[in-house]
C-alpha cells in the first residue's frame, strides 16, 4: 500500500540514550515533515526536507537531528533524549504543499 | 508568518445534529487553507481544501467548510453527524515560501448518543 512508514510505533528511552525514527515513503514526494503533537499544542514542526539531500529547521529543532540520504527515507534522531522530548511524533510527506501531506501513523516515544 | 487559531478546544454534539468548527487564520495573501482529521491513535487525514475561486468547498464524509475573507475564518461544517465523526480536527495554512504546514491547536469532538 502507498503511504508513509513509520518505525517504530512505540519507543520507552531512559534519559540521555539516543535514537532515530524512521519515516519512509514510496509516493516519490518532493518534500519531507517530522512534526511533535502535544496536548494542547498541535503539530509543531521539527525538521523538514524539500528534496534529497536537503534539511532545514522547522519550529522546535533544538535537541534533534535529521538526515535524507535517499528521497524516500527522512530520519529524526535524538542524540540525548530528555523528558522534554515525550511526545507523539508524526512524519509527512508531500509532491509540494498545495496538495496537502500525506501522513505516517506516527511513534509515541516516552523518555524516562 | 501565517497562523490559524481554533478558539473551541472541545466540542461536544448528539448524534445526527450539525456541526460547526471554527477557524480563523492569519496570512498576508489568499491563503491556502486545510482542515484535517485525527482519529485515536491514527495520523492525519486530509478532509478538504481551499485553494481559490468557489469559496463552499466540499470535503470527504460529507464535511464542507466555507471561506469567509471578510471574517479571516474557514469554518467545518456537517449537517448531520455520526458516531464515526468523534476525533481531533485540526486547521492548516499553507506558506508557499517553504511548502510548511502550519496548524492549528485542534478541537476535540465528541459525540453523544
Known amino acids: 500500500n502507498a503511504g508513509v512508514t513509520q518505525t517504530p510505533k512505540f519507543r520507552v528511552l531512559k534519559t540521555g540514550q539516543s535514537m532515530t525514527l524512521l519515516c519512509a515513503q514510496d509516493m516519490n514526494h518532493e518534500y519531507m515533515y517530522w512534526y511533535r503533537q502535544d496536548p494542547g499544542m498541535g503539530l509543531r514542526l521539527i525538521h523538514y526536507s524539500v528534496g534529497e539531500g536537503t534539511t532545514a529547521k522547522g519550529e522546535v529543532p533544538d535537541g534533534y537531528n535529521v538526515s535524507r540520504l535517499k528521497k524516500q527515507n527522512f530520519l529524526l534522531g535524538l542524540e540525548s533524549a530528555a523528558p522534554s522530548q515525550t511526545s507523539v511524533y508524526f512524519c509527512a510527506s508531500s509532491r509540494g504543499g498545495s496538495y496537502g501531506y500525506t501522513f505516517g501513523s506516527g511513534t509515541r516515544l516516552t523518555v524516562v | 508568518a501565517q497562523s490559524v487559531t481554533q478558539p473551541d478546544i472541545h466540542i461536544t454534539v448528539s448524534e445526527g445534529a450539525s456541526l460547526e468548527l471554527r477557524c480563523n487564520y492569519s496570512?498576508?495573501?489568499?491563503?491556502?487553507l486545510f482542515w484535517y482529521v485525527q482519529s485515536p491513535g491514527q495520523g492525519l487525514q486530509l478532509l478538504l481544501k481551499y485553494f481559490s475561486g468557489d469559496t463552499l468547498v466540499q470535503g470527504i464524509k460529507g464535511f464542507e467548510a466555507e471561506f469567509k475573507r471578510s471574517q479571516s475564518s474557514f469554518n467545518l461544517r456537517k449537517p448531520s453527524v455520526h458516531w464515526s465523526d468523534a476525533a481531533e480536527y485540526f486547521c492548516a495554512v499553507i506558506d508557499f515560501g517553504n511548502e510548511k504546514l502550519t496548524f492549528g491547536t485542534g478541537t476535540r469532538l465528541t459525540i453523544i448518543p
Open positions: 496570512y498576508g495573501a489568499t491563503p491556502y
